[in-house]
């Protein structure tokens, strides 16, 4: 049984490049969200999907950020033109559909963005 | 979604119980109580959930008041390993998208 897989675990980039990160939830979970975590501090939602629709976005989410989940399996999250204020760990994280009892949600690894 | 409130760290011995309590006053009916624990550089974990009273897992313990404005998070017996920041949250039940709202969480640092 595989968990949620996130690569590249670690990227280092110049200020103005763009990035990617890729999630591969848990198979068959439908739902998948990406969160961002600096040191010292929880994990921040920046959006989820129900399949492949994109639900909700956190004002976080500036219009350099995007994510997609073109076939409501694996996802992306592109950063355009970094900023150094983007270094940070990525997450992505799945869930089954709720079950009425409060959904429990698995995170990855996370991927580390470094902007220098 | 109810705000938390956890003291930002803690020490303790190997060997020792550890309790981390949560408080959570403005919690819903039909909200629960979840606990996750983040290593260093890794994804958080899902430790443990409950709705009222006691419910006990192999990795802890989840004690909640008949009022349910607080928790206790208890780790029997912690070893080094246990070191980690543990997150208290509060979730919907039915009809949630699954979204979390973290707090700091507590630093928990078990010493030799």
């Known amino acids: 049984d595989t968990g949620v897989s996130q690569d590249p675990r670690h990227k280092i980039t110049k200020r103005g490049q763009n990035v990617t990160f890729r999630c591969d939830p848990i198979?068959?979970?439908?739902?998948l969200y990406w969160y961002r975590q600096t040191l010292g501090q929880g994990p921040e939602f920046l959006t989820y999907f129900q399949n492949e629709a994109q639900l909700e976005k956190s004002r976080l989410l500036s219009d350099r950020f995007s994510a997609e989940r073109p076939k409501g399996s694996f996802s992306t999250l592109e950063i355009q033109r970094t900023e150094q204020g983007d270094s940070a760990m990525y997450l992505c994280a799945s869930s089954p559909t709720e079950r009425g009892n409060g959904n429990t949600i698995y995170f990855g690894e996370g991927s580390w963005l470094t902007v220098v | 979604l109810a705000k938390t409130t956890q003291p930002i760290s803690m020490d303790s011995y190997e060997g020792q119980e550890v309790n981390i309590t949560c408080s959570h006053n403005n919690i819903a009916t039909n909200d629960y109580i979840t606990w996750y624990q983040q290593f260093p550089s890794q994804g958080p974990r899902f430790i443990i959930q409950g709705y009222k009273t006691k419910v006990t897992n192999e990795v802890a313990s989840l004690f909640i008041p008949a009022d349910r404005k607080s928790s206790t998070l208890s780790l029997p017996r912690v070893s080094l390993s246990d070191t980690a920041v543990y997150y208290c949250?509060?979730?919907?039940?039915?009809?949630?998208?699954?979204?979390?709202?973290f707090g700091q969480g507590t630093t928990l640092q078990v010493k030799p």
């Open positions: 198979s068959e979970h439908n739902r």
């Open positions: 949250l509060v979730v919907h039940g039915s009809g949630n998208t699954g979204k979390l709202i």
